[in-house]
């Protein structure tokens, strides 16, 4: 797997959508990892092909790869060591991942919803706040932004807002 492997597998797919949808919306949706690639996807197809996917939904995202492993709890214990950030953080960009979520809104024009759960434990939602708020200075649209936060007390974490039985008419 690489991103520029990912990118390709996603335009491969929303061709065969495309081909098969008719008039039918067709949005890219991300959640943790896929957040990065939906987002990567959207911009090549605006910018490689100048068709605009109609929106882009992204669940628990990050502002880019690095931010991400670099906030991530499972590598607190690890970032106090010598070499965390040549063994872990630049290790991906040597891979050619860099998921540079944060760079790539501010060129996407297409609307964009980020979705996040504040007891996410996984993917820090100030990740999410930060990337919402560098699309929302980048989009000359302020409409075409959205940012939703889920409460603690739905215990929705990293994994479960599908299954809030309000999505459905947030996403619309």
């Not at 065969?16 to 690639?37: P, Q, Y």
């Not at 990567?40 to 996917?53: F, I």
């Not at 959205?146 to 974490?157: D, M, Q, R, V």
Request: aromatic letters at 10%; proline letters at 6%; glycine letters at 6%.
């Amino acid at each position: 797997p690489s991103e520029n492997g990912f990118n390709t597998d996603v335009l491969a797919l929303y061709d065969w959508v495309k081909a098969r949808s008719g008039n039918s919306s067709i949005l890219f949706w991300g959640h943790s990892l896929g957040t990065g690639i939906a987002i990567n996807a959207a911009r090549k197809l605006q910018e490689e092909r100048g068709v605009q996917v109609d929106a882009v939904v992204v669940e628990s995202p990050y502002t880019n790869i690095r931010d991400a492993a670099a906030n991530i709890p499972i590598t607190k214990v690890y970032r106090q060591f010598p070499g965390f950030e040549y063994l872990i953080l630049d290790s991906m960009a040597r891979a050619g991942m860099f998921f540079r979520s944060d760079e790539n809104v501010k060129v996407l024009s297409c609307p964009l919803l980020i979705l996040h759960a504040e007891d996410d434990g996984v993917v820090p939602p100030k990740l999410g706040h930060k990337l919402y708020e560098t699309a929302l200075k980048a989009y000359k649209d302020k409409s075409k932004v959205k940012f939703i936060t889920f409460p603690k007390k739905l215990g929705l974490g990293h994994d479960y807002i599908s299954f809030n039985p309000e999505l459905p008419a947030l996403v619309k």
